[in-house]
């Protein structure tokens, strides 16, 4: 029994005094606080995690991938991170359990991290130091809308609509629904969702009043020619079938589900609104970062690794089965594949290439650019959520904030190191992205001068 126990302590001793010596450990500066790590066998250099016990939330949308990809191909694993992945109800459940605790962290609308920062709705300091995606989102309509859309939009030789429709072919449905004492009522998913800011711009850009939020007045309803309420994403088509609105934006797969069930067609994406514009962010409070910056750091390097694998060709078809899990997104394989493997299917049968519909890492989709977060305090100020004028400077002190490239360019760095990533990956950057006017009315948006791109919208507020 004695030889048994002196065996046993003996060879974990050798176990410890072998762990012990393998470890290289050395400090990475560059953050707002100093990050160090341990040198594991192995590819992956291992943070020394603070909270190695992680509960992270999303909603099912197709653009959760990076959190399902980490997890399921052992991204999380290889940086010493335990993580659950729970799905939640809606996005302020996600925001008040991320403020509150509950969740460490979460899939969340671009917007909600930066209106909590400025003000409007539920104030808490929270940050970002990774993007999830670009693109990935639709408008569609209900059948009776598009039949009645549908002769003011141009075709092609074949008799097919040519895209990008514009708001301008529902501009008479609106005015029949009015004429006939209804209100012309669509649905987004959140106040300050991209999908209120791109269904908004959208129906700006054809003369059609979105509606003015107030101080006073938080529906965003004020000399609306069209009527927007929130509806959470994966009841989107149940409401539109039950006639309660007659249109929506939201993400996939929420909209390839109306052409599947035949209750509705896309007539837009938001490529065609705004071409590779950011969508979704990985959020955590500014106090989890400051008090564990290894594992942010860690979190960030595996959502790192799950973006590249999301856009490696032949990954794909992977992907859509793994989303397919009830536990994600729990939608059938053919809707999920119809958006994620390169395609977008507007009426049933009329099903288009769209390579660039999911992006997860090409374009250096996983960065968070300074100029992506500039966009969405524009457009609250635009409508009204940000009641008062500010100055331009305090667009870009405001999202330095909440928009932490710092931690991305550690984790990005410390996969260079690790061979994970190469260094035309890595974009050389001050945050900004050049000049696009790659919108759909063609305006130009220029992040360092906030104050004129609100100034040059006709609908919405001026400063």
Not at 7 to 26: E, I, Q, R
Not at 89 to 112: E, Y
Request: hydrophobic share 40%; proline share 6%.
């Amino acid at each position: 029994m004695k030889s048994k126990v002196f065996k046993v302590l003996a060879f974990s001793a050798l176990v410890f005094l072998v762990s012990c010596g393998s470890d290289t450990k050395k400090k990475v500066t560059g953050s707002k606080s100093e990050t160090t790590i341990s040198k594991e066998a192995g590819k992956t250099k291992q943070l020394e995690i603070e909270k190695p016990q992680l509960t992270f939330g999303f909603i099912k949308l197709t653009d959760m991938a990076p959190l399902a990809i980490a997890k399921e191909k052992g991204f999380f694993e290889d940086e010493g991170l335990f993580v659950s992945v729970e799905a939640q109800s809606n996005w302020k459940n996600i925001l008040d359990r991320v403020i509150d605790g509950q969740l460490d962290g979460s899939h969340m609308l671009a917007g909600q991290p930066i209106a909590a920062g400025a003000g409007f709705g539920r104030q808490a300091a929270l940050v970002t130091p990774f993007s999830m995606d670009l693109n990935g989102n639709g408008i569609t309509v209900s059948n009776d809308v598009w039949s009645k859309m549908k002769p003011n939009v141009p075709a092609d030789a074949e008799g097919k609509p040519i895209h990008p429709i514009t708001a301008e072919s529902l501009k008479p449905v609106i005015t029949e629904y009015r004429n006939s004492g209804k209100a012309f009522k669509m649905g987004m998913v959140f106040p300050v969702s991209t999908h209120n800011y791109e269904i908004r711009y959208w129906l700006a850009a054809a003369g059609i009043h979105p509606g003015m939020y107030t101080a006073d007045n938080i529906q965003g309803q004020i000399d609306a020619e069209v009527l927007l309420s929130v509806t959470p994403p994966p009841q989107m088509p149940a409401t539109l079938e039950a006639g309660t609105i007659y249109g929506y934006c939201v993400g996939e797969p929420w909209n390839q589900q109306a052409v599947f069930k035949g209750i509705g067609v896309p007539v837009i994406t938001n490529y065609d609104i705004w071409k590779n514009n950011p969508e979704k962010v990985f959020v955590m409070t500014k106090k989890f970062v400051e008090e564990n910056p290894n594992t942010a750091t860690a979190v960030t390097k595996a959502l790192i690794r799950a973006g590249k694998w999301l856009d490696t060709p032949g990954n794909r078809i992977e992907a859509v089965k793994i989303l397919s899990m009830p536990q994600y997104v729990g939608a059938d394989e053919v809707v999920l594949a119809n958006s994620m493997t390169g395609t977008f299917e507007f009426e049933k049968g009329d099903k288009r290439e769209m390579p660039d519909f999911n992006v997860f890492f090409r374009y250096h989709a996983t960065y968070p650019f300074y100029s992506d977060g500039v966009w969405f305090l524009t457009q609250m100020r635009r409508w009204g959520q940000i009641p008062e004028a500010k100055s331009a400077d305090w667009y870009g002190k405001k999202i330095k904030e909440i928009y932490r490239p710092d931690i991305w360019k550690i984790a990005a760095d410390l996969l260079l190191e690790e061979g994970y990533l190469t260094s035309e990956e890595v974009p050389t950057t001050d945050g900004y992205k050049e000049l696009t006017t790659e919108f759909i009315d063609g305006n130009a948006f220029n992040a360092k001068d906030p104050i004129g791109y609100i100034n040059s919208f006709e609908i919405g507020n001026k400063d």
